[in-house]
C-alpha cells in the first residue's frame, strides 16, 4: 500500500526558506510512470498546486512560485523535496505531498507550516 | 492559466437527497482531464473521479462525474451522512495545474 509521509519543520521565519521532504513507501518513485507532486492549502482556504517532479529529475512549477520554488528527487532514499525560499506570512498553509497519476490518486496527511518571527 | 469556478459555494441537503456539483472552467479542459475530490475537515483531499467521469478505486457509483469542454459536474445520488464534505476540482490538462475553489455540502 502506497505511503507518503511529508516531513520539516513546523515553523519558518519570514525572509528563510522552507524545506520539507517526502518519504514515499509501497512504491519505488523510479519504477513508475508517476509524477510526484507538491499541494498546499492555506488555513481555511482552497487548494494550490505548487510543483512535481519525475523520477528523471524533470519538474515544472506553478509560474506564481516558480521564481522562489525547486523540487528534487533523491530515488536511492525514494524522497522528494521542496524548498520554497523568501517566505512571508502567505505561505503559513498546510503542505502536501502527492502523487500524480490521473488527478492526484494518494496524498500524504499533510504537515502545517507557519511562517511566524 | 485555467481557472476553475465550482458553483455554488454552499449546497444544504438533506441525507438522501441528490447534490450537484459545478465546475466551469475559463476555458477547455484539455481531453478532459478534470477531477474531483472529497475534503474531510483535518484530512487530506480524496480522489473520487478522474477524466471526469471514471470513478476511482473503492469510490461508491453513487458518486458520477459528466462533462466536457469547460462544464463539468459532480452528481451524489443519494446522500450518505459521510458525504458532508467540501468538494474540489481540479484540471490536470495543462500547466499550472489549478483547483476550483471548492463547493461546501452541508447538512440541512
Known amino acids: 500500500q502506497l505511503q507518503l509521509q511529508e516531513s520539516g519543520p513546523g515553523l519558518v521565519k519570514p525572509s528563510e526558506t522552507l524545506s520539507l521532504t517526502c518519504t514515499v513507501s509501497g512504491d519505488s518513485i523510479s519504477s513508475s510512470n508517476y509524477y510526484w507532486g507538491w499541494i498546499r492549502q492555506p488555513p481555511g482556504k482552497g487548494l494550490e498546486w505548487i510543483g512535481s517532479i519525475y523520477y528523471s529529475g524533470s519538474s515544472y512549477y506553478n509560474p506564481s512560485l516558480k521564481s522562489r520554488v525547486s523540487i528534487s528527487v533523491d530515488t536511492s532514499k525514494n524522497q522528494f523535496s521542496l524548498k520554497l525560499s523568501s517566505v512571508t506570512a502567505t505561505d503559513t498553509a498546510v503542505y502536501y505531498c502527492?502523487?500524480?497519476?490521473?488527478?492526484?490518486?494518494?496524498w500524504g496527511q499533510g504537515t502545517l507550516v507557519t511562517v511566524t518571527s | 492559466e485555467i481557472v476553475l469556478t465550482q458553483s455554488p459555494d454552499t449546497l444544504s441537503l438533506s441525507p438522501g437527497e441528490r447534490a450537484t456539483l459545478s465546475c466551469r472552467a475559463s476555458?477547455?479542459?484539455?481531453?478532459?482531464?478534470l477531477a474531483w475530490y472529497q475534503q474531510k475537515p483535518g484530512q487530506a483531499p480524496r480522489l473520487l473521479i478522474y477524466?471526469?467521469?471514471s470513478r476511482a478505486t473503492g469510490i461508491p457509483d453513487r458518486f458520477s462525474g459528466s462533462g466536457s469542454g469547460t462544464d463539468f459536474t459532480l452528481t451524489i445520488s443519494r446522500l450518505e451522512p459521510e458525504d458532508f464534505a467540501v468538494y474540489y476540482c481540479q484540471q490536470y490538462g495543462s500547466s499550472p495545474l489549478t483547483f476550483g475553489g471548492g463547493t461546501k455540502v452541508e447538512i440541512k
Open positions: 476555458q477547455s479542459v484539455s481531453s478532459s482531464y
Open positions: 502527492a502523487r500524480q497519476a490521473a488527478g492526484v490518486d494518494n
Open positions: 477524466s471526469a467521469s
